[in-house]
């Protein structure tokens, strides 16, 4: 599951190769991506070498590989930029295919259909994310007030606090939390990702629940809450 901007870079630099067999330089793909600075570029080059897909080759400049292409993309083609894409969803037990139907993982005479929307890792905004593929089901009076949504965890980054690879957690969509919650937060319209949020006067400090993850401080309005944490499923 790519960003809206991960997605445009990775197809312009697809369109490029496919164009000249040269990859775009930074200050091109900056212009294309309309972003004021090459750092943003350094952030998604890293970003979908991540995520698997694209690849820098040592010791050359301008070196990058397309390993793969989003799902929603066929391959050989790049969708308009216009264009939005379908997240892929898979479920909480690893290795099963999932299906094309919708999903219901909990019965309950007295539950919500809660539309789970895609992957949290490290990067899924959730303005990028256009459609679900399918629901799980909550008893009502474990949720409460408000609107909620549904994400499956990629990653080790909050093994600590009891969250692992392949959970789909439960979000209140909300745009502000208290010190320790555990939150979905957009980084600067870009990244999103699952962590503990900490207030540091006006900076926000976004806190990994695992030792292997340094924490990530933020200043002033670069960093959005998207919503908090309340439950969270686990298929064996």
């Known amino acids: 599951m790519l960003t809206r901007k991960q997605h445009e870079l990775l197809l312009f630099i697809h369109e490029r190769l496919?164009?000249?067999?040269?990859?775009?330089?930074?200050?091109?793909?900056?212009?294309?991506?309309?972003l004021?600075?090459?750092?943003g570029i350094h952030r998604l080059i890293t970003a979908l070498e991540e995520r698997?897909?694209?690849?820098?080759?040592?010791n050359r400049a301008r070196a990058l590989e397309i390993v793969k292409l989003p799902e929603s993309v066929a391959p050989g083609l790049a969708a308009p930029r216009s264009q939005g894409f379908?997240?892929?969803?898979?479920?909480?037990?690893?290795?099963?295919?999932?299906?094309?139907?919708?999903?219901?993982?909990?019965?309950?005479?007295?539950?919500?259909?809660?539309?789970?929307?895609?992957?949290?890792?490290?990067g899924v905004p959730i303005e990028a994310i256009q459609s679900h593929s399918h629901t799980i089901s909550m008893p009502a009076d474990l949720l409460g007030s408000g609107e909620h949504y549904a994400l499956e965890v990629r990653g080790d980054s909050m093994i600590d606090a009891g969250?692992?690879?392949?959970?789909?957690v439960v979000i209140r969509k909300s745009d502000s939390a208290d010190s320790g919650d555990i939150v979905v937060a957009l980084i600067d319209d870009e990244e999103a990702t699952l962590k503990r949020l900490r207030k540091?006067?006006?900076s926000i400090a976004l806190e990994a629940a695992n030792p292997a993850y340094e924490t990530r401080i933020f200043g002033p309005g670069r960093v959005r809450v998207?919503?908090?944490?309340?439950?969270?499923?686990r298929r064996y």
Do not use: H
């Open 86 to 122: 379908s997240p892929s969803v898979i479920e909480g037990s690893r290795g099963k295919t999932p299906s094309a139907a919708p999903q219901t993982i909990v019965s309950d005479t007295d539950s919500v259909s809660i539309p789970v929307m895609g992957r949290i890792a490290a």
């Open 200 to 202: 540091k006067g006006e």
């Open 52 to 58: 698997g897909f694209i690849r820098r080759l040592p």
């Open 18 to 34: 496919k164009e000249t067999g040269v990859p775009p330089s930074f200050d091109e793909m900056k212009d294309a991506l309309d």
């Open 36 to 39: 004021r600075s090459k750092s």
């Open 226 to 233: 998207q919503g908090k944490l309340i439950s969270l499923f």
């Open 163 to 168: 969250i692992l690879d392949g959970d789909t």
